[in-house]
């Protein structure tokens, strides 16, 4: 059995932990959704102007491969300018290492690919992660607001009722407030989530194609072809 004084020792802990919960409340987690709201909103408007500058050019980076598969890969280089797509990317590492054959192509576009795909996905982790956990961090705030409108009751019997009803009215506004910025969070990031696919497929598949004509001619004679 537990001795008084370890027993009086639990209440006392118990006791400075409900002040603790009474004191902090409910609003200060609506203070935190307010600032995680925002930083999702200032993410969600730098890679939307991101994907927007990185959209791709599909007959510039057509023009681009019959260029090289006609005149050679220096001149397709310079009609492909400097496009700032993942696409645009892996055509340009292409075209500058094509005369040292498709195995040495191959390599310096997967190291591309996987530098395009991490700029790519830059800020999409804090959508993710706020998506998933602001309904818990509104819930949150809810249990405490109750546990202060519980407390509330206990204290003003007289006036309990209109406390506690209150007190819970209060509480609910954090959950709903974590639904609200939880939801525009997840359809954000599978919204660029699906864009960054789409990209990483339209650039592999640009990558065979480029494979498939270095392999086809000797190395040699894919940066030296002109029209005959």
Do not use: C
Not at 76 to 82: E, H, R, Y
Not at 179 to 204: G, I, K
């Amino acid at each position: 059995m537990s001795s008084p004084a370890l027993a009086e020792g639990g209440q006392t802990v118990d006791a400075q932990l409900l002040d603790l919960m009474l004191k902090v409340g409910s609003r200060w987690v609506l203070w935190l959704l307010l600032i995680l709201s925002v930083v999702a909103v200032a993410i969600a408007l730098e890679r939307a102007w991101f994907f927007f500058r990185a959209r791709q050019r599909g007959q510039l980076l057509q023009k681009a491969l019959e260029t090289m598969q006609i005149r050679g890969a220096p001149e397709a280089l310079i009609q492909l300018g400097d496009g700032n797509s993942m696409q645009d990317a892996v055509l340009r590492v292409a075209l500058r290492h094509a005369n040292q054959g498709a195995e040495s192509v191959a390599e310096h576009v997967a190291g591309v690919l996987e530098n395009e795909r991490l700029r790519y996905e830059r800020g999409l982790a804090f959508l993710g992660t706020l998506g998933s956990n602001a309904p818990f961090v509104g819930l949150f705030g809810t249990v405490l607001g109750i546990i202060r409108a519980f407390h509330d009751l206990a204290a003003n019997t007289a006036q309990g009722a209109q406390a506690v009803m209150a007190g819970i009215a209060e509480a609910l506004v954090a959950t709903a407030v974590g639904l609200l910025v939880a939801l525009p969070a997840v359809a954000l990031y599978n919204s660029f989530s699906r864009h960054v696919e789409a990209s990483l497929s339209s650039s592999t598949a640009l990558h065979h194609s480029i494979l498939a004509f270095i392999k086809a001619k000797p190395a040699a004679a894919v940066a030296e072809t002109k029209v005959t």
